[in-house]
Structures are given as C-alpha cells and as structure tokens.
C-alpha cells in the first residue's frame, strides 16, 4: 500500500507492506506505524487500516477530530482506490495495490445464482432460438413457474391464475426474451420454493454460460491468507523493548534517590539500542544554568560533548552521529574514537530537561532512523518517569516543609506559601519590617496542668486552642509560637499589611470572646475554666524563615515580644492591654483607659499602657 501524505503544502510519499498500519502521534505509550506528530490536531491514536478478507478498511480509534473518508465522517469505512482520508489537519491519499476492484458484488451471485446465469442469454439469443420450444415442458411441470413471463403484459393476474393463463396468452420465442429482462425477477423471489425447478433446468440448455460467469471466491480466497501475514520481527523486537522500558517505573519507590533512578533509566535506555554500547544522561540545573552530567553507562568511561547536547535541546530533536574518515573536522578530539553515536533531548510538555547520549565506539554500521525515532520515544518517557520522580521529591518536601509551618498561617498567606514552593523559590530568609506582637497567656494553667490527669489537659487544650487560633487567623494573624499556656501571634509578618496595628487589637478583642464563650460552656458541665491576659505592641523586628530548605521555622528576632509580654502580665482576667506606642495608631477605632503596667525588668518600675475597654461604637 502507498500512502502520500499532505499536510500545509508539504507531501511525503510512505510504503506499507503490511496488514495493518496504525496512524497517529508519537507518545510514551504508543508507537503507530505512521507517525503524523506534526500536526497537533492528531491523537497518539487515531485511526488504523487494516486488511480484511481482502479489503482494505479504516477505523477511527475514538479519536478527538474524528476521521473522514472521502469528505463524509466515519467509525469504520471500506477503502476503495483512490480514496482520501483526512485526520486533523493532514490528508492521506491511498494507492491500495493489494486489495481486489470488486467489493461486494462477487460475493451476491453466490447466493442468488438464478439471475447470473440468466445474464449470457442476450447474449446469444439466436443460439437459444431452436430450442425455444422446449421451455413449455417446463412450465407444464410446475404452474408456479409459469409467471416468471407473465408480469410484462399483465402484472396484476398473473399470481392468481398461474398455470393457465401463462401457456395460453404468450407465445414461446417471446418467453426467452422475456426471461432475460429484469422486471420478472421481483415476482420469482418471493416464492421461496420455485426457485428450485428454476435453477435446474437454466444451467442445462445453456452450458456456456457456466464458464462465463467469473467464480468470485477464487480470486478472494488468495488475499484472506495475506491478511494474516507473519508479524514482522523487528515491530514485534521493537514492542518488546518498549515494554522493558515502560515496566521500569514500576521498580521506583519514593524512597529511591533522583540519582538511583537515573543510573537506572540510562542503562534501560543503552541495553534498549540496538547496537548501544555506551551512554549518558545529561540534567539541566536551570539554577545555575548549566547541564550536569548524571549518569553514565559505563560508569566514568563516556565522554559527552556539551555543546551537542544544548543543540538537540534547543532544536527540540535528535540525530545521528558518524564518524566517516579518521580526524574528522568539526568533532571534539574524543569523539573521533566515536564510529556511531545518537544525542536525543528529554522533553516534557515541549520543554528540554536534559539530553541523553548513546553511543557505540566499534562497529561501523551507523544507527538508523528506527533507532532513532526509538531513542527519542524512550527519552521521551524517561523525561516523565525523572519528572514524576522530581514531583515525589518535592511534594515530600512540600508536605513536610507544610507540616511544619502551613498551620501557623492564614488561609490566605498558606496559598501564597504553597505557590512559592511550586515555584521552587521558598528559601531561607527574613526582612526587617514594622509589625504588632500579640502575646496571651492562660493564667494558672501551666501549675494546674501538673496535678490534672494527662486525658484532662489534651481534652482542655482541644477546647481552647481551636477557639484561639480562629480569631488569630480571622484578622490574618500569624502564630510564631504556641505551646502550654501561651501564644504568640504577630500580625504584618510575613507579608506586609498596612493595618496590622488595627487588625492585632481587634484579633486581641476576638480572642478574649472566644475564650470567654469557652469558659461558660466548660462552667455549665462543671469543669475547671481559665482566663485569659492579653498584652500588645508594636515596632520593627526581624521576621522570616530560618534553617534549611525543608527544616524551617518562622522567627521573629527582636525586643517587641519583650514589650507584649509586659503588658500581658500587667493585665488582669480577660483584659487586652497595649502600649503607648500601639494607642497612638489605633485611638480613633478602640475605647482604652490609661493604666501602669510592671516594666518586666529587675528595677521594679512601672510603665504606661492602655487597658482596651473596647471598638468604638
């Protein structure tokens, strides 16, 4: 079969000796025979010829644009000559030179073989004309074939009266030609058993016309054993590589290191050559820019150029590599020693990660184009499996990294964290910003959690801290600490917020309702209760994330805790108490009174501050 294939003004012009030829899209798992990748348009599998009881047909395999035959779109169509097929974007025009001209007209007159041998005698109607006499003996025999004649001249009576009228009315010479018209053969059909005495005495006054009437399942039966041809050896060795490849995934855990992998995929990919030898697998680390050498097969003993590799990663393909004289010019000195050898890129989503390298450095005989478009395939695959291993290693990353930090957060600042770690770009780091610390304590529960059995004090801190921890993040605070009976929270950290000095007061004031709702539901079961002291303050500090990638905490570095706590133990039960500096910046919004709180320091002084009584009505 000669398939020419079109597509924006290019024509390429493939042959096919086989039964059934695949069509659609090169892709990790699947390999058709006519690889239309080209065009986007097509699916990794969208349609298939295949050879039939000796007739070419085509299927579309579910395809996403559907395929047309002859303009008119099909599920499964029979091919004729000449017949145009469009997929996509791409029309293929066929030459099918193994499929018979007559379709289903052959295979009809095996079972209806009154009509054919009733076709010769025009033919040869003076031949017949002597032995016309002979058919009213016939017809005698049985009245049920007399009005084979009769539908010409009179249609309507004739299957009443059939052995009568038909001898008498129409006279014999015009009987034989009347046979021969078409019209009589709708009246013979319905009667199933006429049909009987009228093949038998057709084929015995006209032997000649046996011979002419051409034997259908003779020049059939021939294609039926070509349509199953042998399986070619090299598709089936190909599949059998392929699924090597593909079943290697299948051997990683999340426990196994990147580098692991890679040593494994590379040999997968040299033993997958034919004729491979020697490999290399080559990473680009787009920190730095550059490409890292990962894996090599054998170990430490290939030399790869670099300046190859960035090519087939910006050109987006591969190709084949030969050494033709001794010395050639335009290679690196190592690859001279080099007699064959294919660079293909890693690409995900059209985006080069890398480069692989397969080589071998004895024979003479250059890689192919199979063994390319193998190449390409399985470094197609193999980018995936790195890829998808590189998302494992970092979604473990982000999984403990969030664990660790994502519930110190609002909703609101989580999502910015988790894009940033998407984005591969949350790293240690810290900024000196203006920011208001929160700093509440429950009084007497550190002492009387010592003497409380162990199932009170979680069952206690289940209560409390929900409650806490919604007003904190209800005015998008964040908890730098939270351990036994206090809580720290700061509010414009780690984004800046122009109101935290508002949002910080008006978070203070929600806890202090939250915890005071609490302590009246553990009241009316009789339950130990506790109250709440909270202090605030405002100034700059150091904020931000500490430690190593996948270890960090958030931090905050400076004296402003120091002042909260002050205030926090010169409030009483229930009260919110801020410094000075925090009234001048939120008066107009809260109602306060001025009070003295303890310094905090050895000295014994006192301090200012403000008790907030409450928002501003």
């Known amino acids: 079969m000669r398939v020419t294939k079109f597509y924006r003004g290019t024509e390429e012009v493939k042959t096919y000796d086989r039964a059934e030829i695949l069509i659609g899209r090169l892709s990790p798992l699947s390999a058709p025979d006519l690889d239309l990748g080209v065009d986007s348009t097509i699916s990794r599998k969208h349609a298939r010829i295949k050879l039939e009881n000796g007739q070419f047909?085509?299927?579309?395999?579910?395809?996403?644009?559907?395929?047309?035959?002859?303009?008119?779109?099909?599920?499964?169509?029979?091919?004729?000559?000449?017949?145009?097929?469009?997929?996509?974007?791409?029309?293929?025009?066929?030459?099918?030179?193994?499929?018979?001209?007559?379709?289903?007209?052959?295979?009809?007159?095996?079972?209806?073989?009154?009509?054919?041998?009733?076709?010769?005698?025009?033919?040869k109607p003076v031949a017949a004309m002597p032995k016309a006499p002979e058919l009213p003996k016939p017809l005698a025999k049985g009245g049920t074939a007399a009005p084979v004649p009769v539908p010409a001249p009179a249609p309507a009576p004739a299957p009443a009266p059939m052995p009568a009228p038909a001898p008498s009315t129409i006279p014999p010479p015009p009987a034989v030609s009347r046979v021969v018209a078409p019209p009589p053969a709708p009246p013979v059909a319905p009667p199933p058993a006429p049909l009987a005495p009228v093949v038998a005495p057709a084929p015995a006054p006209i032997p000649a016309a046996a011979p002419s009437v051409p034997v259908p399942p003779a020049p059939v039966a021939p294609p039926a054993p070509s349509a199953v041809a042998p399986a070619d050896p090299a598709a089936?060795?190909?599949?059998?590589?392929?699924?090597?490849?593909?079943?290697?995934a299948l051997q990683f855990t999340p426990e196994m290191r990147i580098d692991a992998i890679l040593q494994d995929v590379l040999q997968r990919l040299v033993q997958l050559m034919p004729g491979g030898r020697r490999g290399a697998l080559l990473i680009h680390d787009h920190v730095k820019d550059k490409l890292v050498l990962r894996a090599t097969v054998p170990a430490a003993d290939v030399i790869v150029s670099e300046s190859l590799a960035r090519r087939v990663m910006s050109e987006g393909h591969g190709f084949i590599l030969q050494r033709k004289l001794e010395g050639d010019a335009g290679l690196d000195a190592a690859l001279v020693k080099v007699e064959t050898g294919m660079y293909a890129p890693l690409l995900l989503r059209e985006r080069p990660i890398g480069a692989v390298y397969v080589e071998n450095p004895v024979t003479k005989q250059a890689f192919t184009e199979e063994d390319m478009q193998l190449l390409l395939m399985a470094a197609h695959y193999a980018a995936v499996v790195i890829h998808n291993h590189q998302l494992q290693e970092q979604l473990h990353h982000n999984a403990t990294l969030l664990e660790h930090i994502a519930p110190k957060f609002p909703k609101r600042i989580q999502e910015?964290?988790?894009?940033?770690?998407?984005?591969?770009?949350?790293?240690?780091?810290?900024?000196?910003?203006?920011?208001?610390?929160?700093?509440?304590?429950?009084?007497?529960?550190?002492?009387?959690?010592?003497?409380?059995?162990?199932?009170d004090v979680v069952g206690m801190l289940n209560e409390y801290y929900p409650a806490?921890?919604?007003?904190?993040?209800?005015?998008?605070?964040?908890?730098?600490?939270?351990?036994?009976?206090?809580?720290?929270?700061?509010?414009?950290?780690?984004?800046?917020?122009?109101?935290?000095?508002?949002?910080?007061?008006?978070?203070?004031?929600?806890?202090?309702?939250?915890?005071?709702?609490?302590?009246?539901?553990?009241?009316?079961?009789?339950?130990?209760?506790?109250?709440?002291?909270?202090?605030?303050?405002?100034?700059?500090?150091?904020?931000?994330?500490?430690?190593?990638?996948?270890?960090?905490?958030?931090?905050?570095?400076?004296?402003?805790t120091d002042r909260a706590f002050s205030n926090c133990r010169g409030a009483g039960h229930g009260e919110v108490v801020i410094s000075p500096e925090l009234f001048q910046k939120v008066f107009k919004y809260i109602e306060a009174e001025r009070i003295n709180v303890p310094s905090g320091k050895a000295d014994g002084n006192e301090v200012p501050a403000y008790r907030v009584k409450g928002e501003k009505l």
Not at 57 to 83: C, F, H, M, R
């Open 57 to 123: 047909w085509v299927e579309d395999l579910k395809s996403t644009n559907g395929t047309l035959v002859n303009g008119e779109p099909i599920q499964k169509a029979l091919l004729a000559p000449g017949s145009v097929i469009l997929l996509g974007e791409t029309t293929l025009k066929l030459e099918l030179a193994g499929a018979p001209t007559p379709a289903p007209a052959p295979a009809k007159p095996v079972a209806a073989s009154p009509p054919a041998p009733a076709v010769p005698l025009p033919a």
């Open 468 to 560: 806490i921890l919604d007003a904190v993040f209800r005015y998008e605070g964040t908890v730098d600490r939270f351990s036994g009976e206090k809580i720290i929270a700061v509010y414009g950290s780690p984004e800046s917020d122009a109101q935290h000095s508002e949002k910080a007061v008006l978070g203070a004031l929600a806890i202090a309702g939250a915890v005071k709702e609490v302590n009246a539901h553990r009241g009316t079961r009789g339950v130990q209760t506790w109250e709440l002291t909270i202090g605030l303050h405002t100034g700059d500090m150091l904020c931000g994330f500490t430690g190593v990638p996948g270890r960090m905490v958030y931090t905050l570095i400076g004296d402003v």
């Open 236 to 248: 089936a060795d190909f599949r059998k590589r392929l699924a090597s490849l593909f079943e290697l």
């Open 416 to 455: 910015r964290l988790l894009d940033l770690m998407r984005l591969d770009k949350l790293r240690p780091s810290g900024r000196r910003s203006e920011v208001t610390v929160l700093y509440a304590e429950l009084r007497g529960f550190a002492s009387d959690s010592v003497q409380m059995d162990p199932k």
